[in-house]
């Protein structure tokens, strides 16, 4: 006598992120029998976006700061796709694959895909900026400084060699704060062998157009990461804003000019374009949910993470864009899934923050941690030590500490990883390598 296969229901997690993973990793065994946790990502890997800046300044490999999704959450099914379309009342989700288009029916379905970088908002950002918000964005522009400082030993011209040793982070946030620090020491450090460059044709200059460093943060430690910035030689200029980005440098809007061929950008998001798709209320390029994490008016969806517009019960707010906010949410929305799935009443999503951190570079770092301010050296151990924790294996907690430790006592990796195929070893240097042109800036 044939048997019917049995019905099971489906959670899908659209994005492999902070949020999509942990919302997987925290429901995956918890679900009553018949229910199946779908995860689809353009990735195999998460990435620890605020460890871009240590792989930028070769304090880690770029591979310590990817985890394999499959490591993560090895009892959920993982779909190496892209989102294409979702059918909110058919409860489809549409994705193209390696092994072509592929439908996932669903019952519930959780966005949690982030934002997208925005080169727009400045004219010449999108096509001689250099964003920072994937590791192969940090790859490149650790491999665009050696690049940059490699080209100064063949040039003589010195406005040349000055434009080309000018790089201009854009943006005091914490990517900028962070990325700019690393930029100062690893260009220091790496100097040593090139020994045709010197270090007062060596400039960083960064770009803030409030009156101080990480609004995120209380101003005294804002003054305090400027302050440790500028004694590792970084140009700090507040109340300034970038008006156009070309190959020679940035002009500001009072009309300074600022010759560099290296600009990294690290302002300005998006909404992923299935939100425009999808039709619902949006705050700001963010999807408005309910207090409990739903999309209001459409059946069986959800939202979380940076994607999300999700107000915080604790004080009122929409919740900020960042890790610690994406992982409370994901861990809440997972009780609140579970409590729905059950019958129960789901819970007002509520999150006191336990602190924000940053480095500006080797030993030196600004946070405040359960109302408790730090700098220099203790701020700088702390932010290495949460971002160790939350790794998610034991093998790559050991892998980074090994690294981090030997970059302690020896100068960073000046290694330039090109990725040179057979097929292209006889292509002009400058066609395997991708860079912006270096015209003659103006003087």
């Not at 770009?207 to 140009?235: F, I, N, Q, W, Y």
């Not at 500006?360 to 203790?378: E, M, R, S, Y």
Request: proline share 6%; glycine share 8%.
């Amino acid at each position: 006598m044939h048997t019917q296969a049995p019905i099971i229901k489906t959670i899908a997690i659209a994005g492999g992120g902070f949020a999509g993973t942990t919302l997987a990793r925290a429901i995956q065994n918890r679900l009553r029998a018949g229910w199946q946790v779908v995860l689809v990502s353009e990735e195999s890997y998460t990435t620890f976006n605020p460890m871009l800046a240590e792989v930028v300044g070769a304090a880690i490999f770029p591979e310590h700061v990817i985890v394999p999704i499959r490591e993560i959450v090895p009892a959920t099914r993982f779909i190496m796709g892209r989102v294409q379309h979702v059918d909110t009342a058919m409860q489809v989700l549409v994705c193209s694959t390696l092994a072509g288009p592929l439908e996932i029916a669903f019952d519930h379905l959780v966005l949690a895909f982030g934002q997208r970088a925005n080169l727009s908002i400045i004219p010449g950002l999108a096509e001689y900026a250099l964003p920072l918000k994937l590791v192969g964005d940090a790859m490149h522009i650790r491999n665009q400084l050696l690049q940059r400082l490699a080209h100064m030993e063949l040039v003589s011209d010195e406005h040349r060699r000055r434009s080309l040793g000018h790089f201009v982070v854009i943006g005091g946030g914490f990517s900028g704060v962070e990325v700019a620090g690393a930029i100062a020491d690893f260009i220091r450090s790496a100097r040593r062998s090139y020994r045709r460059v010197n270090a007062d044709e060596l400039r960083i200059s960064l770009l803030h157009d409030t009156d101080c460093l990480l609004p995120e943060l209380p101003a005294r430690l804002g003054k305090v990461a400027a302050s440790s910035l500028r004694l590792r030689g970084v140009d700090v200029r507040l109340g300034t804003r970038a008006a156009r980005v070309d190959a020679h440098g940035v002009e500001l809007d009072d009309g300074t000019w600022l010759a560099a061929n290296t600009v990294v950008c690290t302002i300005g998001t998006s909404a992923n374009p299935l939100v425009e798709q999808l039709a619902v209320k949006t705050l700001r390029g963010r999807i408005v949910t309910a207090p409990n994490g739903r999309v209001a008016g459409v059946p069986g969806l959800w939202a979380i993470g940076d994607c999300a517009a999700t107000v915080n019960a604790a004080d009122g707010r929409p919740c900020p864009p960042t890790a610690q906010f994406a992982i409370a949410q994901a861990e809440h929305l997972a009780r609140n899934l579970i409590a729905h799935i059950d019958g129960r009443v789901t819970l007002a999503f509520r999150h006191r923050s336990r602190g924000m951190m940053a480095t500006t570079g080797h030993h030196k770092g600004v946070a405040q941690v359960f109302g408790i301010a730090l700098t220099g050296l203790p701020a700088w151990m702390l932010w290495r030590a949460y971002y160790l924790m939350r790794m998610p294996t034991p093998g790559r907690k050991l892998r980074i500490w090994v690294e981090w430790t030997w970059s302690l006592f020896f100068p960073a990796d000046i290694t330039h990883l090109r990725f040179t195929r057979t097929a292209g070893v006889d292509a002009p240097l400058d066609q395997r390598v991708p860079a912006h042109p270096a015209p003659i800036p103006k003087t």
